[in-house]
């Protein structure tokens, strides 16, 4: 597959705090990859690494709200996210619900992985897959299975 990735990161105002540290544990990994972020979660995490003293490559969208999550979705379209991880937070209602819905479905259609859990996003940051050259992973396929 790819050696430096495109990874988005997306989180609400609840999980905002989370992915922060999140990403401050994983800071040496994230370095090595161009983020895409929406835009206060990308100002969070660069300011952190701003702290920490470790350069990174961030592109921040627009607010989640504002439309940071449709134009995640639209990269996503255009094959320029190879990872995302979208910490959600369930349990308050959020006013731009079709854009997330957007994401996570553009996300399933054209074969990207989304965590939406730290320990889903540890475990597909750390999968050896990524270094493989001789992974490909299989096309979507939309085929309807009739059994007879």
Same mark, same amino acid.
């Given at each position: ?7 988005? %990161? =997306? *989180? ?7 992915? =922060?540290?999140? *990403? ?10 161009? %983020? =895409? ?11 952190? $690494?701003?702290?920490?003293? +470790?350069? #990174?490559? +961030? ?9 940071? !999550? *449709?134009? @995640?979705?639209?990269? /996503? /379209?255009?094959?320029? @996210?190879?990872? #995302? /991880? $979208?910490? @959600?937070?369930? %349990? ?5 619900? *079709?854009? +997330? &819905? ?6 399933? %259609?054209?074969? /990207? ?5 730290? +320990?889903? #996003?540890?475990?597909? @940051? ?5 270094? !493989? ?6 096309? &979507?396929?939309?085929?309807? $299975? !009739?059994?007879?």
């Amino acid at each position: 597959m790819k050696k430096r990735l495109n990874i988005a %990161l =997306v *989180a609400h105002d609840h999980r905002k705090a989370d992915m =922060v540290d999140w *990403a401050k544990f994983n800071a040496t990994y994230l370095s090595r990859h161009h %983020l =895409v972020c929406t835009g206060t979660t990308g100002g969070l995490i660069r300011d952190m $690494f701003k702290q920490a003293g +470790i350069e #990174a490559d +961030i592109e921040c969208m627009q607010s989640g709200p504002m439309g940071g !999550d *449709a134009e @995640i979705a639209a990269k /996503v /379209v255009r094959n320029e @996210i190879d990872l #995302a /991880v $979208f910490l @959600i937070d369930d %349990l308050n209602p959020q006013p731009h619900e *079709a854009d +997330i &819905q957007m994401l996570l479905r553009q996300c399933r %259609l054209h074969n /990207v992985p989304i965590a939406c859990n730290r +320990i889903s #996003a540890d475990l597909m @940051i750390s999968s050896s897959l990524w270094d !493989d050259p001789d992974y490909k992973p299989m096309a &979507q396929s939309y085929i309807r $299975f !009739d059994r007879k």
